[in-house]
């Protein structure tokens, strides 16, 4: 289970993202990127950057860590912009925060080179989870420590908007045209063969696991959350195996 932390102090909003993400200061003294329930698509935002941003981690990925944040509605009181407390107010209860990178700089390929086999293996997990969001002009990839860490995985399995349509949306072909790392040569045949075995049916149910109940109530045609848990495993687990064949736009590919 994610740890859970309480939100005692908003302190600004994070300009470069599209969603107004914050930064917050927690009960246990931590700062957080806040990802708000009542921001744009809402919640299945957040359940992507959790089942994306976990199953990175454990292909071994460098991703913040994720934690839940309680929101009280009265943190936006406070608040001059009408835009933030509004995001305060329809946010009460539980939302995703994950650990601020202080001091990390956005991704910049000319002075950040990135080897073909790190870039493949980017690349094949983007196009496992149907990552449209790591193009170069907006790479979602940050620099922290001399290291490569990833974010923002709110858009992704396009295919959970639309359950009854999953399979076949699920069975698209990745286009990687632009994508931030394509100008390293990412080599995902090997990036398929060291991590696809890895996703395997027992580590999607723990991954999966990690949702918060709250993300996954009420969605129609599910009856429990852990129905509604195994709909996000299956076509991951299905993609695992063929995605590296179905990635259109690099160069070289056959
Ligand atoms: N954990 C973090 N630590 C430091 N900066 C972050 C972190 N997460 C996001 N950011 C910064 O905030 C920006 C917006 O966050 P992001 O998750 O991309 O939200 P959005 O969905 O609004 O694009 C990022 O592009 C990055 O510059
Ligand atoms: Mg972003």
């Keep these: 289970m994610l740890k859970e932390v309480i939100a005692t102090r908003y302190i600004t909003p994070l300009r470069e993202g599209g969603s107004l993400p914050g930064l917050v200061e927690a009960d246990d003294f931590g700062t957080y990127v806040l990802k708000f329930t009542g921001a744009g698509q809402g919640r299945k935002t957040l359940v992507a950057e959790v089942v994306c941003g976990e199953l990175a981690r454990r292909l ?16 936006g009181l406070g608040e001059p912009e009408q835009q933030v407390q509004e995001l305060l ?23 950040f080179p990135v080897d073909s086999a790190e870039a493949g293996r980017i690349v094949w997990f983007d196009a496992l989870v149907n990552n449209v969001d790591r193009s170069w002009r907006n790479p979602n990839l940050l620099r922290w420590r001399g290291d490569l860490w ?33 100008r390293f040569r990412p080599d995902v045949t090997a990036a398929a063969a060291e991590l696809a075995p890895l996703v395997t049916e027992d580590l999607l149910a723990e991954v999966t696991a990690e949702i918060p109940d709250a993300w996954l109530t009420g969605e129609p ?31 070289g590919e056959q």
């Design 221 to 251: 045609g599910f009856d429990t959350p852990d129905d509604l848990r195994r709909a996000y495993a299956r076509p991951l687990l299905a993609r695992a195996a063929v995605v590296h064949e179905r990635i259109t736009g690099i160069e």
């Design 150 to 182: 990833l974010v923002d995985h709110g858009a992704t399995m396009i295919w959970h908007h639309n359950w009854p349509g999953a399979e076949t949306s699920a069975g698209r072909p990745y286009d990687a045209r632009d994508h931030a790392l394509l």
């Design 60 to 75: 071994g990925f460098r991703v913040p860590r994720l934690v839940t944040v309680d929101v009280d509605p009265v943190l």
């Design 89 to 111: 107010r329809s946010s009460g209860g539980t939302n995703l925060g994950m650990d601020f990178l202080s001091g990390a700089l956005g991704f910049d390929p000319l002075a």
